[in-house]
């Protein structure tokens, strides 16, 4: 393949560059993975109504956001395990993410930790949270407050992990299983092999303690201890501790986004997690339609974003913003950190187009009149 030029032919490469039990990990779904095709049919089916002989000779994406400008409406959104893409993904994502102006999330269940990931980078960083047990979770909450994470984003569709059954042909997780399928898989990726000796295998950076040395433990505690009561008393008990922005991810319902609201969230996400739970919702696009954000709040989507036309049909739905899952880790898989930065200058580039053929030169003033 020669020079790639869209997400897809990121995605393409990144295929080829890590073992298939890993590529799985990232591209797979819940149960036959209707849900992540879903997401991408919703957002294909979605027209634009382009305004003609307006001036667009110069041209603004930047999206007001919070108390500030984002240069780009986009966010990376939390992917845990990155660093089975990659060794030092979450380093590589953060300052990709800083590089472009937008705010980086970095996982519970991330490779590198919270300290790790405060050191590499000072651009925005947010930190995703997983109710694991509500001690670890207030140490986690605590540890990012310290870093300087100021933004805090608890995901609320993950009672329980989603049935990824590639995940588990494959016996996929950390630590690394050397099934016999996932050694032959590494055997043919000998550049990934070597890169995760070199730099030792993924552990869960933020879970490693004097309790939980070793990346199996570490394993335990991730897939053992997740509070499946965690419920709206608990969110407003959150609501009260964190001194700082309170994003909920993971909701699909207006009501359940009204109620976020009331809770004091000053934003939610809504998101399928990329079709990687329940798999026959709605797509979060669809979703979007039907919720509001009071003034002052944000709604950001994400799920099956792959063009810079799907975050402009996103932004004239009402979004104020869109989480990245997927689409860096192909970069990421692909040219490491260089990769991230041109998969956010793709998005960057193909929303400019958008946005010109479609008479509409600031992002800021998009709406449903652009839609057909
Ligand atoms: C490999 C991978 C790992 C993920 N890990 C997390 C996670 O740790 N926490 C979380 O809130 N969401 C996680 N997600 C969901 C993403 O944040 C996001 O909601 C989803 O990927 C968006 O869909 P897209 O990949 O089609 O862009 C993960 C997604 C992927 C693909």
Known sequence: MGRPVSVEDYRRIAARRLPRAVFDYVEGGA???????????????????????????????SVPFFDRRLPLPLVIGPTGLSGSVRPGADLMLARAAARAGVPFVLSTASTSSIEEVARASDGEKWFQLYVLNRDLADSLTRRALDAGFHTLVLTVDVAVSGRRERDVRNGFGIPFRMTPGFVAGCAVRPAWSLSQLKHGLPQFGNLVSAQAKDASSQALLMLRQMDASFSWDDLEALRARWPHRLLVKGIMRAEDAERCFACGADGVVISNHGGRQVEDTPAPIDVLA???????????????????????????????????????????AARGEAGVDEVIRIFQAEMDNTLALIGCPRAEDLSRDFLA
Request: glycine share 14%; proline share 4%.
């Open 31 to 61: 149960g036959d993975e209707r849900g992540v095709a879903r997401n991408r049919a919703a957002l294909e089916r979605i027209l634009l109504s382009p305004h003609a002989l307006a001036d667009v000779s110069s041209r603004d994406l």
């Open 290 to 332: 039907s919720v509001t954000a009071p003034e002052g709040k944000m709604m950001l989507v994400d799920g099956g974003f792959r063009r810079g036309a799907d975050v402009v049909k996103a932004l004239a739905l009402g979004a104020n913003g869109v989480l990245l899952g997927r689409a860096p880790l192909y970069g990421l």
